[in-house]
C-alpha cells in the first residue's frame, strides 16, 4: 500500500568536522612507510581527528544546533531523532539523550528514537528508521532528524591512516528533493569478524584487513543483485550501472571505492555482458569463466576490472569522494559524507537523476539503496543544501598538525578514554565559531559542554551544555 507521504526522503543536510587534521604524505614519512602508501596505496589525502576538546557528543551538539539555525527550524517540528554511531561514550546512555539538551529548554521532550549501533551502519539504520516512521501511519506531522556521528581511531599500525572523525545531521520528510526510491533496496546480513572492538578499555578496534575487504566486498556482490533484482521487478526491464547517475559507497580508504565501484562493473558483465560496455567486456572477458570466490582473490580482474571501469568512475562516482579522502574515515557518516560531496560538487545538475548508495558495517550489515533527486521546495532545496553545508570554507578553516602532535594527541586520547575527573586542555582558538565542546568530566563521569559563540563586537562568549537544565547563568 502506499504512503500517503510522498517522497520522502533528506530535506536539509549538515556537516560538521573538526578543524585537526594530519597530512597522509607527511604521515608516510613519519611512519617510514614507501612513498605513495597512504596517498595512492589507499587513496587518502588528508585525515581529521579530535583533540580532548571533542567527541562524538560535541559533534552532534554543533551539526544538530547548526541545521536548526540555518533553516530557521522551530525545534518543537521535530518528532523523531536517531542517532546512528559506533563511538561508545557510554554503555546505557545514548548519545540522544545529551542532544535533548538543545530540545528540552524549548520545552519538546515527546521525541522518539534512541542509538543504532553496528560498525559504520548504525548510520544507514537510523536513517531507515526516520524515512519509515515518516512513512507510517505513526507520524504526527513533525519531521525526522537523523545524525550519524563517529571518531574513527586505530592503534600504531597499517591501519592507522584509516581514521577521520565528523557528524552528519539530516532533516526527514514529505517532498524532500532528495527522495528514497522505496521499493528498490538490497540488505544482506551475516556474521562476521572483520572489525570488533571487543576491549570496552580501549577505544581501538581488532582489524582484519584482508577478511574486511573480502566481507565488504561480497555484501556488495550480494546487495547488488538483490537490488538490481528488485529494480528489474519494478521497472521491466534490466538494470546496470549506467541507470545510476551517481554512485556513493561507505568509504574505509578510496581504493576500496575504486575496487567496489570496478566489482559492480564487473557484476553488470557477469549479469549481462553487453550491459557492461563493449570495451570493459573485451577486458573482462577471460575472467568470465572464474568461480566468484576465485573472483575475490585475481589480483588481475581487480587490476583490469579497474582500468576498464575508470571512464565511468570518474563520472559516476569521483564527485562523491571529497569529503572521503580530505577527511578520513567517518564511520557511520562516510556514506552520508560522499553525498554532501556530490550536493556539493553537483548541485545545479542534480534535478530528476538517481543516486546509487552502499552502506557496509562490519559484522556485518549491509544495504544498497537509491535516491532520486527532486526540484524540493523553498527553503528544502539543493541549493540551499549546499549553501548551508558549506563545505569549502570548513575545509579552508583546517589547521594542519604534524604527525608527531598528531600521535602525542592520540595518546593524550588513550590516557582520558573512559576516565573521570579532568578538564579539557586543548587550545579553543583552533575551534570554528558555533563549535561544542567537553569542557569537563567529573568525579561521577558526568560530561560538561561549552559552545563557542561570537557576538556582534566579534568577542568570543560561551554558552554550557550539560546534565539537561538551565541556570540564569546559562548553563545547562
Not at 579530535?50 to 551538539?61: F, K
Not at 521532550?109 to 515518516?134: K, M, P, Q, R
Request: proline share 4%.
Amino acid at each position: 500500500m502506499a504512503s500517503p507521504q510522498e517522497n520522502v526522503g533528506i530535506l536539509a543536510m549538515e556537516v560538521y568536522f573538526p578543524t585537526t587534521c594530519v597530512q597522509q604524505d607527511a604521515l608516510e614519512t613519519f611512519d617510514g612507510v614507501s612513498k605513495g602508501k597512504y596517498t595512492i596505496g589507499l587513496g587518502q589525502d588528508c585525515m581529521t581527528f579530535c583533540t580532548d576538546l571533542e567527541d562524538v557528543i560535541s559533534m552532534s551538539l554543533t551539526v544538530v544546533t547548526s541545521l536548526l539555525e540555518k533553516y530557521a527550524i522551530d525545534p518543537k517540528q521535530i518528532g523523531r531523532l536517531e542517532v546512528g554511531s559506533e563511538t561508545v561514550i557510554d554503555k546505557s546512555k545514548s548519545i540522544k539523550t545529551w542532544l535533548m539538551c538543545i530540545f528540552e529548554k524549548c520545552g519538546n521532550t515527546e521525541i522518539e528514537g534512541v542509538d543504532s549501533t553496528n560498525a559504520c551502519y548504525g548510520g544507514t539504520a537510523a536513517l531507515f528508521n526516520c524515512v519509515n516512521w515518516v512513512q507510517s501511519s505513526s507520524w504526527d506531522g513533525r519531521y525526522g532528524l537523523v545524525v550519524a556521528t563517529d571518531s574513527a581511531v586505530y592503534a600504531e599500525g597499517p591501519a592507522r591512516p584509516t581514521g577521520g572523525a565528523a557528524a552528519i545531521a539530516m532533516l526527514i520528510g514529505p517532498n524532500a528533493p532528495i527522495a528514497f526510491e522505496n521499493r528498490y533496496r538490497g540488505t544482506h546480513m551475516a556474521h562476521a569478524y572483520d572489525f570488533y572492538k571487543p576491549n570496552l578499555a580501549s577505544e581501538y578496534p581488532v582489524v582484519d584487513g584482508k577478511l574486511s575487504q573480502t566481507c565488504y566486498l561480497k555484501a556488495l556482490d550480494s546487495c547488488y543483485k538483490r537490488f538490481c533484482n528488485k529494480f528489474e521487478k519494478g521497472e521491466g526491464h534490466q538494470f546496470s550501472l549506467l541507470d545510476a547517475d551517481y554512485v556513493a559507497f561507505h568509504s574505509p580508504y578510496n581504493k576500496l571505492v575504486q575496487k567496489s565501484f570496478a566489482r559492480l562493473l564487473f557484476n553488470d558483465f557477469s549479469r549481462h555482458a553487453s550491459s557492461a560496455g563493449k570495451d570493459a567486456q573485451e577486458k573482462l572477458e577471460p575472467y568470465a569463466g572464474l568461480s566468484e570466490e576465485e573472483s575475490y582473490s585475481s589480483r588481475d580482474l581487480e587490476k583490469v576490472s579497474q582500468q576498464a571501469a575508470k571512464p565511468l568512475y570518474d563520472e559516476k562516482v569521483q564527485p562523491s569522494t571529497l569529503l572521503p579522502k580530505k577527511e578520513g574515515n567517518m564511520y557511520t557518516a562516510s556514506l552520508y559524507a560522499a553525498l554532501a560531496s556530490i550536493i556539493h560538487n553537483k548541485y545545479s545538475t542534480l534535478e530528476g537523476q538517481r543516486v546509487l548508495m552502499f552502506s557496509y558495517g562490519s559484522g556485518l550489515a549491509s544495504t544498497m539503496f537509491s535516491l532520486k533527486i527532486r526540484e524540493g521546495q523553498h527553503p528544502f532545496i539543493l541549493s540551499n543544501i549546499a549553501e548551508a553545508m558549506d563545505l569549502q570554507s570548513k575545509l579552508e578553516s583546517q589547521h594542519e598538525f604534524s604527525p608527531e602532535d598528531f600521535v602525542d594527541n592520540l595518546r593524550l586520547m588513550e590516557t582520558l578514554y573512559g576516565a573521570k575527573d579532568f578538564v579539557s586542555c586543548a587550545q579553543h582558538n583552533l575551534l570554528r565559531p558555533g563549535t561544542f565542546y567537553l569542557t569537563e568530566v567529573d568525579s561521577m563521569y558526568r560530561r560538561f559542554y561549552s559552545q563557542k559563540l561570537v557576538s556582534l563586537d566579534d568577542n568570543c562568549r560561551e554558552t554550557k551544555f550539560a546534565n539537561g537544565t538551565i541556570s540564569s547563568n546559562g548553563e545547562l
